[in-house]
């Protein structure tokens, strides 16, 4: 049983992501395109009935509409980041309404614009829930519905009910085929995902391992290189863990790693990567940090471990624990980063030289004297 911790309050200055969202920019623009595809189609399918001379002229100023509307969806689209998402679910409800006034005009069940309906629902189970998917078929089904029915009456025709009550049922179908089909990916993408975080996290501390790190760490460099930015390599290793998980037991040993990992994950950014590097040595990748802000990471760290006590044995027996902590950064230090690795090791080696229970920076000495000429 562990001592409980205390909140951890974290003043360190959070400093955003710098990379490009290019994954959503593209997924914008295809969006964008599509729209602009369909509404060319749109017009291309109505124009035989421009011979029309009453629904010619609305079916024209509807079109004329629908390209105004079309335009500032796109203008929304691009010019915003997060409300797009909240905003693209009325979107499609529009979208659908403007697609029954068309089939409206264009004869009702003679027309095949209602065709479109399935693309939006289409779209819908790619971007959204399985029940949200689900209530744009039924609400297509209902719009389409009415708009046939009201073209039959304003022309005074026979409504051809079988022939709608299918097309509603296929909309219906339709929706509730690709909200399944929506929801068995997305499930089997959650597993993929669980899988996946699994085999990158270490199983007992819940931080990331040393094969996710191997990753994480090109693409660190990666972004250090192109952004001018620097990464500070944090190396700790706790002080006499060996002996005092020889003399207390593994189980205690093993408290004391998930304990060490509790309070490295209380004590960053979320944008920062700590890792299980060994038994019981662990290592953080912080970027775009000074690095004597870094250093006070590293001391935050320090002096959390040294105030907690660990229970031991079956009594009432708590051990007090410290940590070492050594720091290089790249590319400041040297502008290869296994070489940076190894400077942090060099540093958390004189950390334990000199007495343990301490964090040091690659080229000072404890008192913070600088004894290294950087590269």
Known sequence: MLQEMGKIDNDIVKCPDKAPREGTRQTKLTVVFYRWVILLFIGILTLPDLNIKINGYALLETLAVIAI??????????????????????????????LTVISYFCGGLK????????????????????????????????????????????????????????????????????????????????????????????????????????????????????????LNVLMFDLDNF??????????????????????????????DIPVRYGGEEFMILIRDLDIFIAQNVGERIRRQLEKQRIYVGSGDDRKKVSVSCGIAQYPYHSKNIKQVIEYADQALYHAKEIGKNAVVVYGQTDQGRNVHDDE
């Open 242 to 271: 060996k002996s005092f998980n020889d003399f207390y037991g593994h189980m205690s040993g093993d408290k004391l790693l998930t304990l060490f990992a509790d309070i490295i994950k209380q004590c960053i950014r979320k944008s």
């Open 69 to 98: 509307y079309n335009g500032a969806v796109t203008f929304y689209t691009l010019k915003n980041k997060n409300k797009i998402n909240k905003a693209s679910s009325y979107f499609i409800y529009f979208d659908i309404i403007f």
């Open 111 to 230: 027309c095949d614009a209602y065709l479109f309906i399935f693309f939006i629902i289409g779209y819908c189970g790619i971007f959204n829930d399985a029940s949200y998917t689900l209530k744009i078929g039924i609400f297509g089904a209902i719009f389409y519905t009415a708009s046939c029915i009201f073209q039959a009456r304003s022309n005074n025709v026979e409504l051809e009910i079988a022939r709608l009550a299918i097309r509603d049922f296929m909309l219906i179908l339709g929706a509730y085929g690709i909200s399944r089909i929506n929801y068995e990916v997305k499930k089997y993408d959650e597993l993929r995902k669980k899988e996946f975080r699994i085999a990158r996290t270490d199983k007992l501390t819940g931080l990331a391992n040393r094969h996710y790190f191997d990753q994480k760490l090109r693409e660190e460099v990666e972004y250090a290189d192109e952004y001018k930015a620097v």
